[in-house]
């Protein structure tokens, strides 16, 4: 599930903010670009994560002129690229945790090992 912001926007503000038509928010919408939560009375209401999506898709479509099939495709690789970069993290953290609790037998083998040269440095990725 996305974490949602926590300002809320409303789509008035939004489209003049943008300087795009309301219905072109409903439009993106509609194609299940943006997701905005809604109040209790049926209002959309964009959040701070919505407006960063939003200049995102702004982005590819103005400046890059990308299709909105385009930007769906686009918005679900940087998904599906920042899964799996937590998933990296999650490993490299679990390949530490090891390392550490392990570090005496490495030591060992080290010692016995007919070539003696430091283990190699830990990759690590910085977002």
Known sequence: MRKR??????????AS???IHPQTLRLYERQGLLKPSRSEGNT?????????RLEVILNL???????LAGVEIILNMRERM??????????MSYVQREFGVHSAKVG????????????????????
């Open 5 to 14: 912001g926590r300002a809320a926007h409303l789509i008035s503000s939004v």
């Open 44 to 52: 959309r209401l964009y959040t701070d994560e919505d407006l960063e």
């Open 108 to 127: 060992i083998q080290k010692d016995d090992a007919l070539v003696r040269r430091p283990p190699p440095s830990m990759v690590r990725f910085n977002r």
């Open 61 to 67: 479509t103005r400046d890059l002129g990308v299709n």
């Open 82 to 91: 920042e899964a799996m970069e937590d998933e990296i993290r999650e490993f």
């Open 17 to 19: 903010t943008y300087n």
